[in-house]
């Protein structure tokens, strides 16, 4: 089945613990992109890849790194999470349009 | 600033009826519209699409209409479903249909109410 899997579903954590959230994708896409979706605010895309090794920052990418090292693969890092970073957050891939952008079904992040 | 605008939070409608979601956008770069359904504890998924080149999209149940001088979208679903009850996105590109710099609003919860 094509999928983007994204993990964990939930996690908490204290400010300054350095967390990963993976994002793996099974269709060979060469594009890969982060949101986080906040009440109010919509989607906003952090960073994006569009392909090994090269990666974009996006809207929001102020306390984000990412890492392309392998094409199936888009880690989304925060190395010193503060809680304005508490939200929901969605891994996507897509062969080349927005019409096959296929989403993850998202991280709950909560920092205390 | 808000390049994409969704200025209803919420729509609640009856079983059968029309839904009429609306989006404005600020941006004349952007070429390629899109709208997004997402449900509780599911990742959006692409419903529906159109070009600057067009006024009007048709898929089943759902049109996009496309007004370029107002710089105005919609999205209508006739008859309306319960199924249809989640968030709906309106997003942007100037890119024709790229994946890349999309620019989403902030979503429009309807309820579609039997």
């Known amino acids: 089945e094509a999928q983007v899997t994204q993990n964990p579903r939930y996690l908490i954590t204290v400010t300054g613990k350095k967390l990963t959230v993976t994002c793996s994708q099974n269709?060979?896409?060469?594009?890969m992109s982060w949101y986080r979706q906040d009440p109010g605010l919509g989607l906003r895309q952090i960073y994006y890849?569009?392909?090994?090794?090269?990666?974009d920052k996006g809207d929001v990418p102020e306390g984000y790194k990412v890492s392309r090292k392998e094409k199936r693969n888009f880690p989304l890092i925060l190395e010193s999470p503060s809680p304005n970073q508490t939200s929901l957050y969605f891994c996507?891939?897509?062969?080349?349009?927005?019409?096959?952008?296929?989403f993850g079904s998202g991280t709950q992040l909560s920092v205390l | 600033d808000q390049q994409v605008k969704q200025n209803s939070p919420s729509l609640s409608v009856q079983e059968g009826r029309i839904s009429i979601l609306n989006c404005d956008y600020t941006n004349s770069m952007f070429d390629y519209f899109l709208w997004y359904k997402k449900y509780p504890a599911e990742g959006p998924t692409f419903l529906i699409s159109i070009s600057s080149i067009k006024d009007k999209n048709e898929d089943g149940r759902f049109t996009v209409f496309l007004n370029k001088s107002a710089k105005h979208l919609s999205l209508h679903i006739v008859p309306s479903q319960p199924g249809d009850s989640a968030v709906y996105f309106c997003?942007?590109?100037?890119?024709?249909?790229?994946?890349?710099?999309?620019?989403f609003g902030k979503g429009t919860k309807l309820s579609v109410k039997p």
């Open positions: 890849s569009m392909n090994v090794e090269v990666t």
């Open positions: 269709m060979n896409h060469e594009y």
């Open positions: 997003a942007a590109s100037p890119q024709g249909g790229s994946q890349g710099n999309l620019i």
């Open positions: 996507a891939s897509s062969p080349g349009t927005a019409e096959k952008l296929f």
